[in-house]
C-alpha cells in the first residue's frame, strides 16, 4: 500500500506558476512509476505527465509541453510537477498517481494503482 498527498496548489495568475508535490510513504518509493493527472470541472481526468522510476525517461502531453517539468527525488519520496506560463486552461484539480508494475513510464490511467486526494489549481486570466 501508497500513500500519496499533493500539495502546493493554489491560485495563480496567468503567465505564472505554481509547483506541485507529491510525497509518497508506505513503500520503497522507487519502485514505482509516477504520474500527474488533472480533472478540470465538467470533464475527464487526463494524464499530464508521467516519470519513469528512475527520473530518467518523461512523457507530457501536449499542452504542456514546454512549460511543465516532472521530477523526483526517490531520496525524499516526492514527485514534483512544476507548471510555468501557467494558463486559465490549467485550471483542475491535480493528482498524482503510483504504478508499481513498469520501470518506464506509464501512459494508461486504468494501470495506476495508486492516487492521492488532489489539490485544486485555480489559474486566473
Known amino acids: 500500500q501508497v500513500q500519496l498527498v499533493e500539495s502546493g496548489g493554489g491560485l495563480a495568475q496567468a503567465g505564472g506558476s505554481l509547483r506541485l508535490s507529491c510525497a509518497a510513504s508506505?513503500?520503497?518509493?522507487?519502485?514505482?512509476?509516477m504520474g500527474w493527472f488533472r480533472q478540470a470541472s465538467g470533464k475527464e481526468r487526463e494524464l499530464v505527465s508521467a516519470?519513469?522510476?528512475?527520473?530518467?525517461?518523461?512523457y507530457y502531453t501536449d499542452s504542456v509541453k514546454g512549460r511543465f517539468a516532472i521530477s523526483r527525488d526517490n531520496g525524499k519520496n516526492t514527485v514534483y510537477l512544476l507548471m510555468n506560463s501557467l494558463k486559465p486552461e490549467d485550471t483542475a484539480v491535480y493528482f498524482c498517481?503510483?504504478?508499481?508494475?513498469?520501470?518506464?513510464?506509464?501512459?494508461?490511467?486504468?494501470?495506476?494503482?495508486?492516487w492521492g486526494q488532489g489539490t485544486q489549481v485555480t489559474v486566473s486570466s
Open positions: 498517481a503510483a504504478e508499481s508494475r513498469h520501470d518506464d513510464y506509464v501512459t494508461k490511467q486504468s494501470v495506476y494503482d495508486y
Open positions: 508506505g513503500r520503497t518509493f522507487s519502485n514505482y512509476a
Open positions: 516519470i519513469s522510476r528512475s527520473g530518467g525517461r518523461s
